[in-house]
């Protein structure tokens, strides 16, 4: 493997044949991009609008719309050569199956549009130019021209244009959370580096791409560009990632196979017994052009199969809860993963910018007399005490190149270290733009990583002062005394022994420590260097920092860990850093979690890792490659999988998760474009509620499922049984339902209340139930509930139909209407009219059932769902008025509909035969709650 950093910066030049003094001719330019290619990050072929189109469509549930479709054609055209029927019902069932494949795609496609740009983003924040030196000339060319060997110039402000190893560093300091996911800034320098697999933050001779240069300047030799930079190979990552099914696809589709299966064996079982009928028996179909019936009744049954509404309700349903989670700050970019949220058991999280600030934080300030003491209080608790600080702050505000941006006072300009002194002096009301006025600056000794320190050399009045900032060990060193209420005193080795104590305690707290001294310099000292400026210094105190947990964060995991779902910190930190913070924040406890750090789990098998990470709650010193191991073990155990994150190196890691999480504010567009779901404001408490409604979306896709396929399944049976009686009784008996009638029940009874329910709020216990972890939307419970329900509809819907002629006989066993009466023949409307009657309304009442499978629908009170209602009533009155436009109409449109008059008195029957679902399921729910038994009641 070829190790940059391990190289001598001169076989590096000889490698590519150029003089840092003169950079690379035209010749070589031209031969270099031909060799390694250009400085631009490539991305997959775009797809155009019918190529999206055309991927929707190979959706299995939209392809067999799609077959349900030809099929009800088929039936129209065959129905040209049937006289006695000229409304030919099933071209409008086909047109209306289309409109929704039409309508569901439609949004599908809307969403897709909008998504999936994650590698113009990467384009977006590379440098747009760069300095280089070529034959011998500085210029300025756009950063997609660099080649590899092109000596180039970085200063403050500067983004990284490609991968470079350093020649000179001055004071270099770079930020690389982006691509490490460490909030502090790193010291480069040039020296060589040897060691296997150095992690990218500890390579301090080399600069990568898209890292933002905080101090000092530095010139390099790039050796990677494009797609071979450590961003590119990002890049590759995300690209390599193929786009998994979802949990809710990967349902739908298993749905749509049974179904399909279901609608197949029927099929054959009509085909077998017609041909025994057919085949001779005396009373049997024994006419050739009877083969039509059969064929018709076993498309019907086919299509009658399949819930047409379903994919539009749950994509319609999804939209409702997008909308939503949108309006409490997470974004949702892919409609067909919302529900993934609700099943979520793991999160991991990236800490920095997720978990934390992203923002270097004093939190701990310790003048002598508090080190003497031990007395580590926070800031807080010292403010009324300014002045015994003052020298500290002071310190801080002058021995410091950072700025305070003044259009975003929570913005740094500069290291984010120094940038937390400005905001330490703002804490107790300094301004450091007025000290810095005070103190005139004339000269400075930059940090360099040998000495780690900093001095300057400042004027106030006609007093002298040097300032230094350090290292405490390396700081101490140069001091021989220490200010003490005021005083200067001579540096005791008690003193020095309680100065070490104080760093090494706050050290265990994860905090980083810097030591502050000064001293007062006569002006007629005309040797102004490091050695004369760092000696004999007094040490007056030290500061602690660290990059803090967000404050909502700590209860928004216990939430998450209430609701069974583990929560993981993946960090680039130390391994201290991130064990104090997950400690703080809740996520890992000693003795019971475990800590992995990058070289560990870089020498474990997938094996190893899989059978260990179930008791892991932090990995640090991690990379970008690494995540992605981690959410692959973790998806290995047959956990559904989100991860945080705002860094470039989060990006293959969140779309290879089940469901990626990017921050909206801090975040880089990588992570954003990348992710499924963006939280605005950032705050890790979003993710408590997207996962609640994440719930909640789930469970009311699973009701709709549940009911839709209940009708489906009492459809089938219905038309079935009927068939089976209509074969061996076949002048008695006729079919139950016509496509029509199957229409309105699938689009006005089905889909409509589907909507409202799908809507529906969550039950209270939500929140208080593990994760649902195997991802079946429909567990062997449901699937039972939905055979027993949909048989009870059939039952009843058979009796409506086997006593229709006596309903609506007008004899003196009658209650008024048209008929001829069973014994001489069942009129084939009547037995229509009161099936299609039933099993319409029955299903429009039993909408309220599903609110809960073990809650009565009376036990939510306070939580009505009025838009259920509204469409329950809406769906009974247009079954009510069809009837009656039918009843009342002339030939054509009870050939249209099949639906004869129906007197007030077979009105109440059929009504009260519809509403016995409720008691039914009631009773169902009652047996459930009492015995905690026959879970599929």
Same mark, same amino acid.
């Given at each position: ?241 193929? +786009? ?6 990967? &349902? ?5 196979? =049974? %179904?399909?299966?279901?609608? $197949? @064996? !029927? ?88 978990? +934390? ?6 939190? &701990? ?5 508090? =080190? %003497?003491?031990?007395?580590? $209080? @926070? !800031? ?103 200010? =003490? ?453």
């Amino acid at each position: 493997m070829h190790r940059n950093y391990e190289i001598e910066i001169n076989e590096i030049l000889l490698e590519h044949n150029v003089k840092p003094e003169h950079g690379l001719n035209t010749q070589q330019v031209i031969e270099q991009r031909k060799l390694f290619g250009v400085n631009e990050l490539k991305q997959k072929k775009k797809q155009n609008i019918f190529v999206i189109i055309l991927n929707e469509l190979k959706d299995l549930m939209i392809i067999i719309l799609l077959l349900a479709a030809l099929l009800s054609f088929i039936m129209g055209i065959l129905d040209f050569n049937n006289q006695d029927n000229i409304t030919h019902s099933e071209l409008y069932e086909g047109i209306v199956i289309l409109f929704i494949v039409f309508l569901t795609v439609a949004i599908a496609v809307f969403q897709q549009v909008k998504t999936n740009s994650a590698l113009e983003a990467l384009k977006k924040i590379s440098a747009p130019t760069s300095r280089v030196i070529r034959d011998g000339v500085t210029i300025v060319i756009p950063s997609s021209e660099l080649v590899v060997g092109d000596i180039v110039y970085i200063e403050d402000g500067v983004i990284v244009p490609a991968d470079i190893r350093l020649i000179e560093a001055n004071n270099l300091s770079l930020q690389e959370a982006s691509l490490t996911g460490e909030s502090k800034s790193v010291k480069k320098h040039t020296q060589t580096i040897f060691g296997d697999n150095i992690p990218l933050g500890d390579q301090k001779n080399m600069c990568f791409s898209s890292s933002i240069v905080t101090y000092g300047s530095g010139v390099g030799v790039v050796i990677a560009v494009g797609m071979n930079t450590e961003v590119g190979k990002i890049a590759n990552m995300i690209n390599s990632q193929e +786009t998994n099914l979802t949990p809710l696809k990967k &349902n739908l589709n298993k749905i749509g196979k =049974i %179904l399909t299966y279901i609608g $197949a @064996i !029927i099929c054959l079982l009509i085909v077998v017994i017609s041909c025994f009928f057919i085949s001779g028996k005396d009373g049997g179909w024994n006419k050739t052009q009877n083969w039509l019936e059969p064929l018709m009744t076993s498309i019907a049954l086919a299509v009658a199969a399949i819930p047409e509404g379903l994919p539009a309700v749950a994509t319609i349903v999804m939209m409702f809860g997008v909308q939503k989670m949108a309006k409490k700050n997470a974004l949702i970019h892919k409609l067909s993963v919302v529900e993934v949220l609700g099943s979520t058991t793991v999160v991991c999280s990236d800490k920095t910018g997720t978990l +934390t600030l992203n923002k270097m934080t004093v939190t &701990n300030i310790l003048n002598l007399d508090d =080190i %003497l003491n031990e007395n580590f $209080a @926070i !800031i807080a608790d010292k403010k009324e005490r300014k002045e015994k600080y003052l020298e500290i702050i002071n310190c801080g505000i002058l021995c410091n190149n950072a700025e305070i941006d003044l259009s975003d006072f929570e913005k740094v300009i500069g290291d984010p270290t120094e940038g937390a002194l400005l905001t330490l002096a703002n804490s107790f009301d300094i301004n450091y733009h007025d000290k810095r006025k005070e103190f005139i600056r004339l000269s400075e000794c930059s940090f360099d990583s040998i000495r780690k320190r900093m001095s300057v050399l400042c004027k106030k009045d006609e007093q002298e002062t040097i300032f230094v900032k350090g290292a405490c060990e390396e700081l101490l060193s140069c001091c021989n005394s220490v200010l =003490i209420n005021g005083k200067v005193i001579e540096l005791t080795e008690e003193y020095r022994k309680k100065i070490i104590n104080a760093t090494e305690q706050m050290s265990k707290q994860a905090l980083r420590c810097l030591g502050f001294a000064e001293k007062k310099w006569d002006k007629s000292n005309e040797i102004k260097n490091i050695e004369t400026f760092e000696k004999e210094l007094t040490f007056i105190g030290l500061v602690g920092m660290i990059d803090p947990p967000r404050s909502e964060v700590i209860s928004a995991i216990n939430v998450c860990h209430t609701a069974g779902i583990k929560v993981v910190m993946i960090t680039g930190d130390h391994k201290l850093t991130a064990q104090v913070i997950a400690k703080e924040l809740g996520i890992y406890k000693d003795g019971v979690n475990n800590i992995i750090v990058g070289n560990e789990l870089d020498a474990m098998s997938d094996e190893q890792l899989a059978n260990i990470i179930e008791s892991t709650t932090v990995f640090a010193r991690i990379s970008p490659e690494a995540k992605l191991r981690i959410v692959n073990a973790f998806k290995k155990n047959n956990e559904i999988v989100s991860m945080t994150g705002d860094g470039v190196n989060d990006a293959p890691a969140l779309k290879t998760a089940d469901i990626g999480i990017a921050m909206g504010i801090t975040g880089t567009d990588v992570a954003k474009n990348t992710a499924d779901m963006i939280l605005l404001d950032d705050s890790f408490s979003t993710i408590e509620f997207a996962i609640y409604e994440g719930r909640k979306i789930f469970r009311n896709i699973q009701k709709v499922i549940q009911f839709l396929l209940t009708g489906n399944i009492a459809e089938v049976l219905l038309v079935f049984f009927v068939f089976i009686l209509s074969a061996i009784f076949p002048n008695t008996f006729h079919e139950a339902l016509n496509p029509i009638q199957l229409l309105i029940i699938n689009i006005i009874t089905d889909t409509i209340p589907c909507l409202a329910l799908g809507v529906d709020s969550a039950e209270k216990n939500i929140m208080f139930s593990k994760a649902i972890k195997n991802k079946n939307i429909i567990n062997k419970e449901i699937f039972l509930r939905i055979l027993i329900q949909g048989l009870f509809f059939s039952i009843i819907s058979l009796i409506a139909y086997l006593l229709a002629d006596f309903i609506f006989c007008a004899g003196n066993n009658g209650i008024g209407g048209h008929g001829n009466g069973w014994i001489s023949g069942l009129d084939e409307n009547n037995g229509m009219t009161l099936a299609f009657f039933v099993i319409a309304i029955s299903q429009t009442f039993h909408v309220l059932n599903q609110r809960s499978n073990t809650e009565s629908i009376f036990s939510r009170k306070n939580e009505q769902n009025y838009l259920l209602f509204l469409t329950v009533l809406i769906s009974i009155s247009v079954v009510v008025v069809l009837t009656l436009i039918s009843g009342y109409g002339n030939d054509t449109t009870k050939k249209i509909l099949g639906i004869n008059f129906m007197s007030w008195q077979c009105f109440i029957i059929a009504f009260l035969i519809s509403i016995s679902i409720l008691p039914f399921v009631e009773i169902c729910k009652f047996i459930k709650r009492r015995t905690n038994r026959f879970a599929f009641l």
